[in-house]
């Protein structure tokens, strides 16, 4: 089973960065323009009253220069004639290159937005399972809380709606559960804030019927127990609890658009349960006093296709 699940998340990974690896454009990262220039004398008065004198350039072309008078006849970039005498200019200089960095222009994938759409992936979840038990005239001790830590595999289908929405059905089986057994069923919905970037949150919700089992729950029943070694008091029975529930889930998503329509989605849910049954089968004819509640959290990774 740990096989199955190395292989999913490095299948994830994959596909992902080969993705993303190509989302950037082939564009060159830089452009050289080419002006004639003039370092022009220039002063301002700083907050102190202080007169400050600096160099500022001037960027296009210089039409004439008279070498004997030093006068400077230029055009700016703008097409702004200017006159300059000798004593207003630091320096002047034909054909200098200027380089400009180009950003890297992301190119945007197109994401989903009709159709039938299908998701797989892996969730792992913490599960605070508080058992509300109390002590009675047959029960002098039990477990009062349990937790479990399962990681799922999570499939669904949905249809999109818009490009921002989409509503579908969506489940999760524990895969990793040796003493215990999770899984759900049901109703998903997400929308997505801004579809029109390759990465953007999403606010997912979830209704669906849940199912837990486990075997571990332990109550010390008020008996004595005789050995050939001795007795003890008092009995300790493990109890195999079931409980059905209806499930919310609801949290905070990031969506990752790919190549091909896909796109990755990585989300964290919270979790409550609203108990519809539960049952205990204890080896005595009295059951504890029990009530049974869960919640948590879950932290998701899954492709859309």
């Known amino acids: 089973m740990k096989i199955i699940i ?33 370092g022009v004398y220039r002063s301002h008065v700083d907050a102190r009253g202080i007169t400050r004198n600096y160099t500022s350039e001037l960027k296009g072309k210089i039409l004439n220069h008279d070498q004997s008078t030093g006068l400077l006849t230029f055009q700016g970039r703008d097409g702004k004639m200017y006159s300059f005498t000798s004593t207003q200019y630091e320096y002047f200089k034909y054909d200098k290159e200027f380089t400009t960095k180009i950003k890297k222009q992301k190119v945007l994938n197109p994401r989903k937005d009709a159709g039938i759409g299908f998701h797989v992936g892996l969730s792992g979840g913490i599960l605070n399972i508080p058992t509300g038990f109390q002590q009675d005239e047959n029960y002098v001790g039990g477990t009062t809380g349990g937790g479990d830590l399962p990681v799922c595999i999570k499939i669904g289908a949905n249809k999109y709606l818009n490009k921002n929405s989409s509503a579908g059905l969506t489940a999760e089986y524990s895969l990793m559960g040796s003493n215990y057994t999770y899984f759900n069923i049901g109703a998903r919905f997400q929308y997505l804030y801004n579809p029109n970037k390759n990465s953007t949150f999403y606010f997912p919700a979830e209704l669906k019927f849940s199912h837990y089992q486990a075997d571990y729950y332990v109550y010390q029943y ?7 070694n001795g007795k ?20 905070q998503g990031v969506s990752f658009a790919l190549k091909n329509k896909r796109s990755l989605s990585l989300e964290f849910m919270l979790l409550k349960q609203f108990i519809l049954s539960q049952n205990l089968k204890i080896p005595v004819s009295v059951a504890p006093k029990t009530d049974f509640n869960l919640y948590g959290a879950k932290l998701s990774l899954f492709m859309n296709f």
């Open 222 to 228: 008020n008996d004595t127990t005789y050995t050939d």
């Open 6 to 38: 190395t292989f999913i998340a490095i299948a994830l990974l994959n596909t992902a960065l080969f993705a993303q690896n190509d989302t950037l454009s082939t564009t060159p990262n830089a452009s050289v323009e080419i002006f004639d220039v003039v």
């Open 232 to 251: 003890t008091w008092p009995t300790d029975f493990n109890a195999e609890v079931t409980l059905n529930a209806v499930e919310l889930n609801m949290g």
